[in-house]
């Protein structure tokens, strides 16, 4: 954290600039690493930064010491990060695309960093042990998490059960989804008024702004925490230029999530990939405060500024006061690239586990690993069986 981890105040968010262009461009370029790592969040020069730049004030009170900071960082040149795709592309025929089960995985595996980690369901014990005389608080991503990965972005549903166990989960522990997607799209899913949500990777967090522990309907209607609210026209005008970029592409599809847009290709077919990218790459020249991420067979354009689903978790720690690691135990179950913040997050506070949904080894931040929407589901159910045999009046209680 450095600097930036020091008690901060909400007043004074602190604000940086930095130039990652020259950083990238001084890096090795190697096109797996491009794609495997944002270059954007790894660059440590910072500047000073014009004061249109600042954004909209963090709304929620009851904040402790905030060690939050929004960060505005240059885009790199994107014709690298597209470039490192591309490279990748042609490297492999079998088109490692990061977070896919592909070749990607078997590189992957032989990383000097990769472990594999325990099953979350074997160690169950040992999590339940380490909570104890604790409060867990559950961090849920949504797809490839609570929903199969589907070819139709627009039918990734998830199954009743899998809704029953999140919403009995949500009776003991404080659970919020933390999605890509935009805030209405993943609730349209889940349909559950007990959670807390983050959309758009984080950059839309709907939490009560007074106390925590009562969800009544007049903390619903609370004003959401966007940090790139100033990013919506242009978000709004690259939607359109992406979608016009790409209706000739069959299979291409893009979604707009608010606060970022996502670009799948899942569809489309691999000989038409690097077309896709470089359509993109294309469209972002005339964007230069917007930048590319990649996910499972989807890129993603957001706003520069450096806000992820790992910044989402300590904001609603602390928005909902559950950031002493002493009595707080946050778990965080992801199968994403962009989960990987968020474990991080987990990792560097030295609180919590993040666990990953994967069936093969990943490189990862997280703890422990669940193989599929399955157990994560399994997983659930256990964190209810073990609090009804907790406390078995809470049924009672509203
Ligand atoms: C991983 O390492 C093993 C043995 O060390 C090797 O046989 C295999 O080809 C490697 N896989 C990749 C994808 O590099
Ligand atoms: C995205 O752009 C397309 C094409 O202009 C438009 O039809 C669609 O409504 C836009 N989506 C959003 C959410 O703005
Ligand atoms: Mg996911």
Redesign the pocket.
């Known amino acids: 954290m450095g600097a930036m981890g020091r008690c901060l105040g909400l007043r004074s968010i602190v604000l940086v600039c930095v130039a990652a262009a020259e950083a990238a461009a001084s890096g090795p370029r190697h096109a797996y690493a491009a794609m495997m790592s944002d270059p954007v969040a790894k660059s440590q020069t910072m500047l000073a930064l014009p004061s249109n730049m600042v954004p909209s004030p963090v709304t929620s009170k009851g904040h402790h010491c905030s060690s939050l900071s929004v960060t505005y960082i240059t885009r790199p040149k994107l014709v690298e990060v597209v470039g490192g795709l591309l490279g990748v592309t042609k490297l492999s025929s079998t088109c490692a695309i990061p977070y896919e089960h592909s070749a990607s995985d078997a590189v992957a595996a032989n990383n000097t960093r990769l472990a594999k980690l325990s099953s979350a369901l074997s160690s169950f014990d040992q999590i339940i042990d380490s909570a104890q005389g604790k409060k867990i608080v559950l961090f849920l991503d949504y797809d490839g998490t609570l929903s199969p990965i589907v070819n139709d972005p627009e039918k990734a549903f998830m199954s009743p059960e899998m809704r029953a166990a999140v919403k009995n989960v949500a009776r003991f522990l404080p659970t919020a989804i933390v999605s890509g997607r935009s805030r209405d799209k993943v609730f349209e899913f889940v349909k559950l008024k007990e959670l807390y949500y983050a959309g758009s990777h984080g950059m839309d967090i709907l939490v009560s702004s007074t106390d925590s522990q009562s969800k009544t309907k007049d903390d619903r209607e609370a004003k959401p925490f966007q940090p790139a609210s100033e990013f919506l026209p242009m978000i709004?005008e690259v939607?359109?230029s992406l979608?016009?970029a790409t209706q000739s592409i069959k299979g291409a599809n893009?979604e707009?999530n608010k606060f970022c847009v996502s670009v799948h290709y899942r569809n489309v077919d691999k000989k038409d990939w690097k077309l896709v990218a470089e359509l993109v790459d294309n469209v972002l020249k005339d964007f230069p405060r917007l930048k590319l991420t990649t996910g499972r067979k989807v890129l993603e354009v957001r706003p520069v500024i450096d806000w992820d689903k790992g910044k989402a978790v300590e904001f609603l720690l602390q928005s909902l006061r559950l950031d002493d690691p002493e009595s707080v135990l946050p778990i965080y179950i992801g199968d994403d690239r962009t989960d990987e913040d968020a474990f991080k997050v987990l990792r560097e506070r030295n609180c919590g586990y993040g666990i990953l949904v994967s069936q093969v080894p990943k490189e990862t931040e997280a703890f422990y690993s669940l193989t599929s929407p399955s157990e994560v589901m399994e997983f659930l159910n256990s964190l209810v069986r073990w609090k009804e045999e907790e406390s078995p009046k809470v049924h009672d209680q509203e």
């Open positions: 709004i939607n359109k979608v016009e893009v707009n």
